[in-house]
């Protein structure tokens, strides 16, 4: 995967949590949730294009 897409796709993330964050009328800590889970996807997927879950058999 290319650089650039790669930085797009995680801004497009990024702007996307921020508005759900900002828009959503949600209880803090089902924002929190959210936020972790979505931060831990997308390491899980950083780590994936980089190959290094690949390695491990995951």
């Known amino acids: 995967m290319p650089l650039i897409q790669l930085v797009i796709v995680l801004i497009v ?3 996307l ?5 900002a828009f959503i ?6 924002k929190q949730i959210l ?3 979505v931060v831990i996807a997308v ?3 950083l780590l994936r294009v980089f190959g ?3 390695g491990l058999g995951i």
């Not at 009328?25 to 089902?30: E, H, R």
């Open 25 to 30: 009328p949600m209880d803090g800590k089902i």
């Open 43 to 45: 390491i899980l997927w």
């Open 35 to 37: 936020n972790v889970v």
């Open 52 to 54: 290094i879950l690949s």
């Open 13 to 15: 993330v990024g702007v």
């Open 17 to 21: 949590l921020w508005a759900v964050n």
